[in-house]
């Protein structure tokens, strides 16, 4: 019996399934359940809430998740040979896991959850698809999105690109959007030795909070505006953004941010005022050219 319910140990529950964690899926298995336990604490009250999770494996996180409380969790697992084991614990929990076997990357997530219900994201990531699914789930559309909020594993160096703030290192284009679209914290972090087999790196888990209201802003361009100033972060912004196709000192000066600035230096509203003025740069441009031709 485990510390947090009457199912087998993780350990045994592996043992007897032959769930060695396989590379090439980026599996980590976490195997203690007081850890799991403050993983799906860090998410906040989960009473009548519906929670997506992503690589559950065994199922250490899952029985963390029902055991505190969640009305409904829906697991996307991979790993065919996961679903014995998961349902398992569906077995204990009745009417409280489902266990969707597929791509976490090629499934629509808002199909998992029923219109109008409370739903977050709590997950052990599996490493190798942990920032696209973030990206893609910062991305949603519309927006306040679906979710309350995301509770999830990542490599510490993922983890700090996601909260860095300006002028250090780690701040990029993830960052940006991280702090554009919501509040972003590393709760903790977990050893390696708490995986098994147990990675080269530390790992931290961070909680996100979507913000209500962005400042208003086109996300595709914003995402364009990023991508040019931190595809050459070690340029000066009047060079690094002239792939942007607008006069790149009228830009800069329009938006209020010196052309002598790095991308590293400017704020979340200084990308959304170039963004912004980008936006509109263009539009002057096409009405340009459509007076010219008419």
């Keep these: 019996m485990s510390a947090i319910d009457d199912l087998p140990p993780l350990r045994e529950v592996i043992r ?13 298995f976490l195997l203690d359940l007081n850890l799991t336990s403050r993983i799906a604490r860090t998410a ?10 992503v690589g559950p494996g065994p199922g250490g996180l899952t029985r963390a998740i029902l055991a505190l409380g969640a009305r409904k969790v829906v697991a996307v ?3 065919a040979r996961c679903i014995a084991a998961l349902g398992e614990v569906a077995a204990r929990y009745p ?4 266990v969707v076997e597929g791509d976490a990357l090629a499934i629509d997530h808002t199909s998992l959850v029923v219109p109008g219900e409370r739903a977050c994201i709590i997950a052990n990531l599996p490493y190798n698809i942990a920032t696209p699914l973030l990206v893609g789930w910062l991305s949603a559309e519309p927006w306040p999105p ?23 290192a780690h701040y990029g284009r993830l960052a ?26 530390t790992s931290s888990v961070v909680h996100l909070v979507p913000r209500p209201s962005p400042l208003p802003c086109p996300r595709p361009a914003l995402e364009r505006v990023t991508e040019a100033a931190f595809g050459q972060r070690r340029k000066m912004l009047r060079q690094s953004l002239k792939s942007l196709g607008v006069d790149t000192a009228g830009l800069l000066e329009r938006a209020g ?21 980008w936006v509109a740069m263009r539009a002057e441009a096409a009405q340009a050219v459509s007076a010219t031709n008419s």
């Design 95 to 98: 009417g409280r896991l489902e």
């Design 77 to 79: 697992e991979r790993d």
């Design 176 to 201: 940006v959007l991280a702090g554009w679209r919501g509040e972003a914290r590393i709760a903790f972090d977990v050893p390696a030795s708490a995986f098994v087999p147990p990675p080269k790196v």
């Design 16 to 28: 007897d399934h032959g769930l060695s964690a396989l590379k090439s899926l980026g599996q980590n």
């Design 146 to 168: 679906w979710y309350e909020s995301l509770t999830l594993m990542f490599q510490r160096e993922v983890a700090e690109r996601i909260v860095a703030a300006p002028g250090t």
């Design 257 to 277: 941010i010196a052309p002598t600035e790095r991308a590293e230096q400017v704020p979340v509203e200084g990308f959304v005022a170039l963004a912004n003025m």
């Design 44 to 53: 906040g009250r989960l009473e009548e809430m519906t929670v997506i999770e």
